[in-house]
């Protein structure tokens, strides 16, 4: 996952699925960080979409070049203002009985998804040939 002064993308490696959208107006402005966090949020939605048609997925890795963001998903505390996130993603969690583990990436080793949250859309096809490139719309109840 990864977010940008452009939008958000999520990357799904296994499926060769890209998604991506620009940042959400109705969301706090200045901080990195709450886009960062809303992008691992998106991806971890992912599973509730899976559930609906059928596909069962118990675990999910997803990666972040973001450590503040790694933090608040693997101790599940955070400042108020990234609460909603947190609440939204543990409640696909706990509905879709998923286990989520956010780990860090290094940026330089993100690029699908940084090119994905810059709109470089071109840029992810040339990274990886075929990949199928979706709108990715942010979860509503993670923006507070």
């Avoid at 991806?43 to 450590?67: C, F």
């Avoid at 599940?76 to 583990?101: F, G, H």
């Avoid at 470089?120 to 979860?139: N, S």
């Amino acid at each position: 996952t990864d977010a940008s002064g452009h939008g958000l993308g999520v990357y799904l490696p296994w499926l060769r699925m890209g998604f991506h959208c620009d940042l959400p107006t109705d969301a706090p402005a200045g901080t990195i960080f709450f886009f960062e966090a809303l992008a691992v949020c998106a991806a971890i939605h992912r599973a509730r979409v899976w559930k609906k048609v059928g596909r069962s997925v118990r675990r999910l890795a997803v990666l972040s070049d973001n450590t503040n963001t790694v933090a608040i998903f693997n101790s599940l505390r955070a400042t108020p203002p990234y609460n909603p996130i947190l609440k939204s993603a543990v409640d696909v969690m706990i509905e879709c009985n998923l286990d989520v583990r956010v780990e860090h990436i290094p940026g330089i080793q993100n690029v699908v998804a940084d090119a994905l949250s810059r709109g470089k859309l071109q840029l992810a096809r040339e990274l990886v040939p075929g990949i199928d490139l979706l709108p990715l719309v942010p979860p509503r109840d993670a923006l507070g």
